[in-house]
């Protein structure tokens, strides 16, 4: 059945015309990929409940099961608190040829029940994680794949011009390479906005940035700023992406009180006022 699957992407991707692709999910990264998909001549159709518009070129469907119908990849991006709905609802609408990607941030063990429920339904999964904010590059944001199919995907991306990498054959090894990642992107976050609160209160946040920016190279105060801006805006989904973290750190056996203030201090930003 692999081989099957394999050979049908892998014919497909010949021609991204002939592709059909699924996305789920049509908030930030959803509606990018989407978009930047079709402008590239892919068929895409797309399901959220809730998008406020669809992007120019996509096909709105009215669920997920119209959506994924004969869909050679479906892209899942509607959060790791909804991945598993999703999955259950695309499950049995899916061809036994095409691959369900979720992209969704989860700890490793979850990423391995959903391989699960879809090698049970006969469909090929592959766990997915973006190794950046993907409004910064758009579709050319990095990704890691794991999972039995990921060979096959991993074509696909490469023809659709998406740099990725295979990282395993296991489905939760790109999603805990990406929390391990985590800890640290989301920890040098926490101390910048730190120390830059600090030093506004005795006039000296423009010094302070530009020490910061000095040590992370030509691109810091472009980094820095993009810290300042988008961490108190997306508080609460770095925090459970945090708390993901945190649990596969367990799981390793290894310490994490930086991850624990981590997420003691993006819950204090979720729940801060506006303003």
């Not at 998909?37 to 992007?55: H, I, Q």
């Not at 004969?70 to 598993?84: F, W, Y």
């Not at 991306?157 to 990642?181: D, S, Y």
Request: aromatic share 4%; charged share 20%; proline share 5%.
């Amino acid at each position: 059945m692999r081989d099957t699957i394999l050979s049908t992407i892998l014919g497909a991707t010949e021609g991204s015309a002939r592709m059909r692709v699924a996305v789920l999910g049509l908030g930030e990264a959803g509606s990018i990929y989407a978009a930047d998909l079709a402008g590239r001549g892919v068929g895409v159709t797309a399901a959220d409940p809730v998008a406020p518009a669809v992007p120019a070129g996509v096909t709105f469907a009215g669920d997920v099961g119209e959506a994924v119908a004969g869909a050679d990849v479906v892209l899942s991006l509607v959060g790791g608190r909804a991945a598993g709905a999703a999955l259950e609802e695309a499950l049995p609408a899916m061809t036994p040829a095409g691959i369900f990607a979720d992209m969704n941030t989860a700890d490793p063990a979850e990423k391995r029940r959903l391989a699960n429920r879809a090698e049970q339904r006969g469909i090929a999964f592959v766990d997915v994680a973006i190794l950046a904010p993907v409004p910064r590059a758009r579709i050319g944001t990095p990704l890691v794949l794991s999972g039995a199919a990921a060979v096959g995907l991993l074509a696909v991306f490469t023809g659709w011009g998406i740099p990725a990498a295979c990282v395993g054959n296991e489905a939760g090894v790109a999603a805990g390479l990406k929390l391990l990642r985590s800890v640290f992107m989301k920890g040098l976050a926490a101390t910048i906005i730190e120390s830059a609160t600090a030093a506004r209160a005795v006039g000296a946040e423009n010094w302070i940035i530009d020490q910061i920016a000095s040590e992370l190279g030509p691109s810091g105060h472009a980094l820095v700023a993009r810290i300042l801006e988008g961490t108190p805006v997306h508080a609460a989904r770095r925090e459970a992406e945090m708390c993901d973290a945190r649990t596969f750190l367990e799981t390793l056996g290894a310490p994490h009180p930086m991850t624990d203030g981590t997420i003691e201090w993006l819950h204090s930003l979720s729940r801060a006022e506006p303003g």
